[in-house]
């Protein structure tokens, strides 16, 4: 047995190994990836390109009944000016696509819970009128469901024989 501490370092140069790798082998990996990469993205903008004029020019004719039909709908037009909503009211036909779903389901449900808790006129000519579904309940509790009356409907008659 040996009387050294580290007997696999026996030439005396510390703990680290003297032969790293190299940086310029580093700097042309990475230089290489950079280049591949760059390669890699210009291949799929030209493919996309390639795709995107041959789907154009297999496009159906617009129908000549639609008079404002704009030819690129991807992208927004010059005369869009911020108001999405109104945009599509005056360039596309209906029916439309919802654009906020969340918000206009909320108007909903906020248009029905006024309806239902406020007074309105149905038919004003009428004089028809609605009414808090609270209220009515309230007068429904007080006054009771109306009732029809029955018209006299005809006894059943006692079979023979039979004793109750």
Sequence with gaps: MSNQPNPDNSNG????????????????FLLGLALLGLMAGGVVIG???????????????VSPLVTNAPKDTRHLPPEYNGNYQEYLQRNFPSPQLEIDERT??????LREEQTLNTYGW???????????????????????????????????????????
């Design 13 to 28: 140069h510390g703990s680290f190994e003297r032969r790293d790798v190299g940086i310029s082998g580093v700097l042309y």
């Design 47 to 61: 493919l996309f390109h390639y795709l995107d004029n041959r789907t154009e020019a297999q496009q159906t004719p």
């Design 104 to 109: 206009e389901l909320n108007k909903d449900r």
């Design 122 to 164: 149905i038919d004003q000519s009428a004089g028809v009128v609605r009414i808090p579904i609270d209220r009515a309940m309230d007068l429904i509790a007080q006054r009771g469901l109306p009732t029809r009356t029955q018209a006299s409907q005809p006894q059943p008659q006692k079979m023979k024989g039979n004793t109750q």
